[in-house]
């Protein structure tokens, strides 16, 4: 691999070090010069170093441990705000208010969210990526104080790693890849393709500690239950409406 | 900086060499060292070198001339089909079928799609982003025989360079950066961090070719149209609810 790609995992103990301006600079730079939707760039990356603001932020990822000493989060939204803003400053009738541009904009967001990640790790930095975003996406946006057409999507925790994990493991390259069309999985494949990972001594370690006869249900009964998913659902869907990404559908 | 990717600009024409089975390899092998939600890999990329489906794909990217000499195409899908597969093998039942699980499993989809791209690049290949994609999920939903649960989210074109064009200009990086929280712009603002590309040459020249007064009419009067904007919406939002993305809300 030519990219230092390979190197990748997700980091969870930071040391409190703050990153040099023109490092984070250069990851933010490189964030920018990832695709995007007809040169539109329709997203905004906030960057929360303060640490008033980081600590109104941390209940928001559930207090995770991380959040105390890694300096920096990035918040990622997609953001149709500013081109339309651009826009009627110009008598042009800007028409990004809809579901279409959600999906154009969440695409712009997160190339350039994975290009900084990209570079941070080049610079010897580590990061970790915040799914919690979604579920607490109202509460982040009133802190952040985003205008209609801007929502949160993802969050980078960014700082100088204080641990050596080693690298995540993934499913076999074939699980993810098909050639030429979808090939669907028959059930032995399936099988396969998680067998590494359901013998692992770390899947063996959950079950106990969760008394489930499998790694399946962990996900399904422990980590993402249905009934968060479909509240996180209706409120980010909510949120969508609010700050005016389907204002004509 | 520290990576390649300060050097990317999107490539239109390409070399009809193939790519080789190493090369394509280490790209996606990239792809699946990205971050992703609980290691859940909810993403598929569908690799298409065949070149009768390359053909049949061509119109749903309104047959841009690129596509006939790029030896791949790269089409990059939400999944949440092969997790829950492997759920309902673990008497586990899985609780994806909803909105929030489309924006997880997009998040996951495109951050590994720019980890292609970088690597992509490192290995001297040049890739485009396809924005069609949406316009035509539907269709190409049915050329890859996407099942339930997956949907098409954008496509890279890949292939080695047959051009050489200038890195693509983009706004200051204060556009879209904030620092601690979101710090709404002035209209001065917005003229200056736009000042650069509406004197450009490359403006003067679509000007001319549109007769339109300025840039931001361009967008909104001719590349993006409320009325296509609403019919992609709909269509796009229809083909979610039919591939299970809204089961239960």
């Known amino acids: 691999m030519k990219s ?63 959040l105390e000493n890694a300096p920096c989060l990035v918040t990622v939204c997609a953001d149709i705000h500013r081109f339309s803003m651009w826009c009627r400053q110009r008598d042009a009738e800007p028409a990004y208010d809809n579901f279409a541009w959600f999906v154009n904009a969440s695409t712009d967001a997160l190339l350039a969210a994975e290009n900084f990640c990209v570079e941070a790790e080049a610079q010897g930095l580590g990061i970790c990526i915040l799914g919690t975003t ?42 993810v890849v098909h050639y030429d069309r979808y090939q669907e999985y028959t059930a032995a494949e399936i099988d396969e393709l998680w067998a590494e990972k359901e013998m692992s001594e770390e899947t063996r370690r959950l079950l106990d500690e969760n008394q489930l006869p499998n790694l399946a249900q962990i996900f399904t009964e422990r980590r993402y239950v249905r009934k968060d998913n479909l509240a996180i659902s209706e409120s980010y869907m909510e949120l969508l409406r609010e700050k005016g990404f389907f204002n004509n559908k």
Chains 1, 2 share one sequence.
């Not at 490189?30 to 303060?50: E, F, H, I, P, W």
């Not at 700082?159 to 493991?169: F, I, K, W």
């Open 4 to 66: 230092n790609i390979n190197k990748h995992r997700s980091i969870r103990k930071y040391r409190p070090t703050p990153i040099p301006e023109e490092v984070l600079k250069e990851c933010l730079l490189a964030a920018s010069k990832a695709s995007t939707c007809g040169n539109m760039q329709l997203y905004s990356l906030v960057v929360t170093r303060d640490e008033e603001l980081r600590r109104q932020l941390a209940p928001c990822h559930f207090n995770q441990p991380m």
């Open 134 to 175: 979604l579920y607490t996406a109202r509460r982040i946006s009133e802190i952040l104080q985003l205008p209609d057409g801007v929502v949160p999507l993802t969050t980078i925790v960014v700082g100088y790693p204080d641990e050596s994990p080693a690298l995540t493991d993934r499913l076999p390259l074939d699980a």
